[in-house]
């Protein structure tokens, strides 16, 4: 008879044998879910489905409404997509480049371009690997093994790579004939990753996968054309530069290159930031208010006192207004989920006293502008006066800046909406991509670090709020902008990395964010330091993070 083991789920202690694995343990208690588990967090490591149980534990069980189930559905739709692609199509290379519309932009570079015909045959045979069950079988093998294993496949980007691995072992993972790896763990058999569809999106493909917030809605794809524009853009730029992947990033570094990239990417965002301001002074005695609106950590601030700068060399004078001094009364403001003041909802600014105060100042009269005690949680008129003359414009920074519920009595011929974010091209390699969404939350620990007093725990724990709110109050948004700007910088994780390793480093297994810190410390380990900051100019996006920015003195 087997030992038996302790078992915690739900706060309820039970038995179990010893040596069960995971699976086995869902199988048991959860035997009718709807929503797939695909993982679980086990005395604060994630462990993947096939994990044996051999001591007493706590397990929190990991599905399609947390982000690390979420990663471990799509690293195994990626690993199904790949091999899809090139059994149908021998010699193809397949790239995963970025988060849009709802799933995952890839594309597939073969002798000919790809057709709707071909994405649906591809599409076809997913459905027939997923049929089969197949599992995704875990092995560790030696750096130099993996090396020849990714040689003979061709699969020459990660050979690159794992040049700047430390460990000498590597985990990669077997499906069928194919190996591959993904820096994260998987699900145990292709029949785990029912949900999918493949949407036909020139010139490449986007994999639809279930949504966190959601996951058992039908899969949708969501037309984002201009963001679509920006990552297009930015693909272009990287190949300008020769750095598509870390890889390059590395070489680069390597070859005493990086003051010059720090040089290029800086030159590149001062160029579009002059671009935009010349296109609100192309048309300057109509689009007046200029909103911008962002996620958090996208570089907002620094990004609005150069598009200051840039319309002042076009002889423009905009002032600038703050939308938190236009917040309710405490005592008014809406309350969200957790009974807390919900600053982040647009009910939470007087709507008719912004637009009031906007309409007058556009027909030149003088209005008293309030300011916000936050201390007091009231707002407060203390002979702050404001008037402008007809050539000035007004620029608001906030995040419902492209909700028009803001600006609803100002006519959409006034206004002139401006999206920004830290939308990362640089991946990995061609199968393993780093979502912009990291590059925002390291630039976020470090700042709220250096000034703000908040230690990498603090950060991470307000991270989930924060993202609701993108989410709720900026996404659904992003395309009724005239114009986005890309604040992400090709070199910038290199510059990073210094300073997000210690912080990382703070966080030790019993931290309750232990697991997203060891997952961002992996992926930050394959990356050279650049340390050559007396090149980043003081009026770089960057320096709102690190510090000696010549806007905040």
């Not at 990552?231 to 680069?252: F, M, P, Q, R, T």
């Not at 703000?452 to 948004?477: A, Q």
Request: charged share 30%; aromatic share 10%; net charge negative.
């Amino acid at each position: 008879m087997p030992k038996n083991i302790m078992i915690t789920i739900n706060q309820e202690k039970k038995p179990f044998p010893q040596g069960i694995t995971v699976e086995e343990v869902v199988d048991r208690v959860f035997p009718d879910r709807q929503i797939p588990i695909v993982g679980a967090r086990i005395c604060n490591e994630i462990r993947e489905l096939s994990y044996r149980l051999e001591e007493d534990c706590t397990i929190d069980f990991l599905d399609l409404t947390d982000e690390d189930g979420i990663r471990i559905y799509v690293r195994g739709l990626s690993f199904i997509f790949i091999r899809a692609v090139r059994e149908l199509y021998p010699g193809a290379r397949v790239t995963i480049e970025h988060s849009l519309s709802k799933g995952l932009y890839c594309e597939i570079h073969w002798k000919r371009p790809m057709t709707p015909r071909d994405i649906a045959a591809v599409e076809k045979r997913m459905e027939a690997i997923v049929e089969a069950n197949e599992p995704f079988v875990k092995m560790q093998v030696s750096k130099e093994k993996a090396i020849e294993i990714f040689s003979k496949d061709g699969q020459d980007d990660k050979v690159r790579l794992l040049k700047y691995r430390k460990h000498d072992f590597f985990n990669l993972y077997k499906c069928g004939w194919m190996y591959d790896y993904f820096y994260g763990y998987m699900v145990p058999s292709t029949g785990y990753l029912k949900r999918f569809k493949l949407h036909f999106y020139l010139p490449g493909v986007i994999l639809l996968y279930p949504q966190k917030y959601n996951p058992l809605l039908p899969l949708r794809f969501l037309e984002q054309k201009k963001l679509a524009s920006i990552y297009h853009e930015s693909e272009k730029w990287g190949k300008i530069v020769e750095i598509s992947n870390v890889a390059d990033l590395n070489s680069l570094i390597e070859a005493g290159k990086g003051r010059e990239l720090i040089r290029i990417n800086e030159a590149l965002h001062e160029k579009k930031i002059a671009q935009i301001a010349d296109e609100i002074s192309a048309n300057r005695q109509e689009r007046r208010v200029i909103l911008i609106a962002g996620p958090s950590s996208s570089g907002k601030t620094t990004f609005a006192q150069r598009l200051f700068v840039q319309l002042r060399v076009n002889g423009m004078k905009p002032i600038s207004i703050s939308l938190d001094n236009y917040y309710k009364d405490r005592s008014e403001a809406p309350i969200d989920d957790y009974g807390e003041v919900d600053f982040e909802d647009i009910q939470a600014i007087d709507l008719e006293l912004f637009n009031e105060q906007l309409s007058k100042l556009l027909q030149g009269e003088e209005v008293e502008i309030p300011i916000f005690n936050f201390h007091t949680g009231k707002r407060e008129f203390h002979g702050h006066v404001l008037r402008i003359t007809e050539d000035q414009a007004i620029i608001v920074e906030g995040i419902h800046g492209l909700n028009d519920a803001l600006t609803e009595m100002i006519p959409k011929e006034n206004k002139f909406k401006i999206y920004i974010s830290a939308l990362t091209q640089l991946n990995l390699d061609d199968h393993n991509r780093i979502p912009s969404t990291d590059t925002r939350l390291i630039r976020r620990m470090i700042r709220d670090f250096k000034y703000r007093s908040s230690s990498p725990t603090e950060t991470l724990s307000m991270w989930k709020s924060v993202r609701r709110g993108e989410e709720k109050n900026i996404f659904p948004y992003q395309e009724e902008a005239d114009v986005m700007f890309n604040s992400a910088l090709t070199y910038e994780l290199a510059v990073l990395k210094k300073y997000i390793a210690p912080l990382l480093e703070q966080i030790n297994n019993e931290n309750p964010y232990y697991t997203e810190a060891k997952r961002l410390q992996k992926f930050m380990n394959y990356f050279l330091s650049l340390d050559v900051e007396d090149e980043i100019p003081p009026n770089s996006i960057l320096r709102e993070f690190i510090g000696g920015s010549c806007f905040y003195k």
